[in-house]
């Protein structure tokens, strides 16, 4: 049973590099997530695990926490026992009935005000110690993270907390294989790993508290460690959830990625070039910048 599974994993190889982005992209006709993702976060032990962990940094007892995205309470299920008050926010209306069991089948009612809209729009009646959100992707290029927590944290008292804080976005020369539909991809397997032909560059880091601008421009220099072609960039987003308590991508969330350059270039070793990057955040990557200055 276990060889039949393989086998078919190997014949799926070059295909699942593309399947994965449907299955992970937020789709405005359901409100959300398909079914299958939900089942994705909730099998992540390395991705639970590190917001458990930042969970356990604080002292959730007695607080007052808003969540945005709740989805199917996999992060929530480890801090609701212990708070005070929580507000939660979920979009998809799909979830409602799963959401409501769930908070009734463990008593939670009492302290529970579920929010069904917009985590963008919506308003919140008291200031919350923590604001919880894992509404990530790979730069926050496709997802609201930027905008929904420059929303939230209007709520967030002076002392409080977010969940995650900051985002470090990093990136690298390479080249990569690409069908003519796509212009990036998640790294699902090694061997879809691009050749990488330069060693890692901050671009930027998002801090959660104070970020404003939606937009990112920026030119960065970059030295070739290899002599080659260079078609994309290989980009990593290295999360801090608390202080020590990190998330640097897997595949159900932020996992390495692959975008193709705006024009293929030839970059000799020890050269530098300059890379010039353009996107915005919550858009999607698709509609990314990336070109080296010929």
Not at 82 to 109: C, M, R, T
Not at 179 to 185: A, E, F, Q, R, S
Not at 222 to 227: E, H, M, Q, V
Request: overall charge negative; proline content about 4%.
């Amino acid at each position: 049973m276990a060889f039949e599974f393989f086998s078919e994993l190997v014949d799926r190889f070059n295909t699942l590099k593309y399947e994965i982005i449907e299955a992970q992209t937020f789709s405005e006709d359901h409100f959300g997530f398909l079914p299958i993702y939900y089942k994705v976060m909730e099998t992540d032990s390395t991705r639970v695990q590190a917001f458990i962990k930042a969970f356990e940094h604080y002292d959730f007892r007695d607080k007052v926490v808003c969540e945005a995205g709740i989805g199917t309470l996999a992060l929530t299920r480890h801090f609701l026992p212990f708070v005070k008050k929580a507000y939660l926010i979920e979009n998809n209306p799909d979830l409602k009935g799963f959401i409501e069991e769930e908070i009734s089948k463990n008593g939670w009612q009492d302290k529970v005000e579920v929010i069904y809209g917009n985590a963008m729009e919506i308003t919140l009646p008291e200031p919350v110690d923590y604001i919880v959100g894992e509404l990530m992707s790979i730069y926050c290029g496709n997802e609201y993270q930027v905008q929904i927590f420059k929303h939230l944290r209007q709520y967030l008292k002076p002392e409080g907390k977010l969940l995650p804080e900051y985002i470090t976005n990093v990136i690298q020369l390479a080249y990569a294989e690409f069908d003519l539909k796509h212009k990036h991809y998640p790294i699902n397997f090694t061997r879809h790993l691009p050749e990488q032909l330069s060693l890692q560059q901050v671009v930027n880091i998002i801090d959660l508290y104070e970020v404003e601008n939606e937009i990112v421009e920026k030119t960065i220099e970059i030295i070739p460690i290899l002599t080659g072609t260079v078609n994309s960039v290989y980009l990593q987003s290295l999360i801090q959830i608390a202080k020590g308590c990190n998330f640097t991508g897997t595949d159900s969330l932020m996992p390495p990625t692959v975008c193709r350059l705006e024009k293929t270039v030839q970059v000799k070793q020890d050269k530098p070039v300059k890379l010039h990057i353009q996107f915005k955040y919550g858009t999607s990557l698709d509609e990314a910048k990336f070109w080296i200055e010929e």
